[in-house]
């Protein structure tokens, strides 16, 4: 007999965006990458480069980032209703563009260190092979920016997919070490300046750390549960206690996935009403978009009557 009033009061749970094409395409990209990792690792161990060495076992690190992008959009799919998850499996992409950020992280370290020893102890460079290796690797890492920009910036005007991100920043930083090694290389070529190698190795490792650091501070606050910012909690509680008598007594606000937060209201009133009548006062913070990029997704409230000294509870 209650069917009807239950179904009209479920909750949705699945702030899983999902997103084939990111996938599919990361895919192509963790093919190309393979490919040039297992050819420069074997040309340089042919051939007794060290340039050809290196290289191939930096891409080898960003094979890895984009095997955790896919292990995070699979398991994100295959467990979309999994009811393990309090609020589905969204978050397992969040932790995986996180997981990434901090391998991207660790390259940042080990170029920076690299750079530190060369310039302690400058290498023989050989130009001709080293800026041909910078060269192919640039043109891989041109293909795979392509097929990752369009739709990275695509997803971003929808919803943040932090795992895409995480891959598309880990091609951009190959992409970068290969341009910076070619300016470096070139001069070093044709003005003698072999103290610009590691010196650009630097530059490349301090701007990478600032990517990995902007991934994880988007990513953190997610897996953290972070709180809605102050200036909208406050614009949330003022709509509520507004309406006649209405006082807050217990508010938690926490995302649960991308652009997506969850909230629990405690309020206490003279003259208590349903609890979807204060869900409805929340419309403006509920529609697409809602609080600028985010929205209260999943609202919970708790009706309090106050009479005298104690009050009657009516919850939801």
């Not at 970068?176 to 103290?195: P, Q």
């Not at 509920?286 to 106050?306: A, Q, Y």
Request: charged share 20%; proline share 2%.
């Amino acid at each position: 007999m209650h069917a009807r009033t239950l179904n009209l009061l479920k909750h949705e749970h699945d702030f899983l965006a999902t997103n084939k094409k990111g996938e599919r395409r990361t895919k192509q990209v963790l093919v190309l990458t393979l490919l040039t990792m297992i050819a420069e690792i074997t040309a340089g161990a042919l051939f007794g480069s060290m340039a050809l060495l290196a290289d191939g076992w930096h891409m080898g690190t960003h094979v890895a980032a984009f095997i955790i992008t896919l292990i995070a959009y699979r398991y994100s799919r295959v467990h979309a209703h999994d009811q393990t998850f309090a609020f589905s499996s969204a978050k397992v992409g969040v932790l995986g563009g996180y997981t990434s950020s901090v391998v991207l992280g660790v390259v940042a370290l080990i170029m920076l260190i690299e750079s530190g020893q060369r310039i302690v102890n400058p290498h023989i460079i050989h130009f001709n092979e080293a800026i041909a290796v910078a060269g192919f690797g640039l043109f891989i890492n041109f293909i795979c920016a392509l097929l990752l920009k369009e739709h990275h910036h695509h997803e971003h005007a929808h919803h943040h997919d932090h795992n895409l991100k995480a891959a598309y920043f880990h091609v951009l930083a190959d992409a970068l070490t290969s341009v910076l090694a070619i300016i470096a290389l070139v001069l070093g070529k044709y003005y003698g300046w072999n103290w610009l190698d590691p010196v650009m190795g630097i530059v490349g490792a301090l701007i990478i750390t600032q990517w990995s650091y902007s991934l994880m501070k988007e990513t953190s606050p997610v897996l953290l549960d972070e709180s809605i910012a102050l200036k909208y909690k406050l614009a949330i509680k003022e709509k509520i206690e507004s309406d006649e008598d209405n006082r807050i007594s217990d508010l938690h606000i926490w995302r649960v996935s991308p652009g997506h937060f969850a909230i629990i209201i405690s309020l206490v009133s003279h003259n208590p009403k349903a609890p979807e009548y204060y869900k409805e006062l929340l419309k403006e913070f509920r529609g697409s978009g809602g609080i600028g990029i985010n929205k209260l997704s999943h609202i919970t409230v708790e009706v309090n009557k106050c009479t005298g000294d104690f009050c009657i509870k009516e919850c939801q």
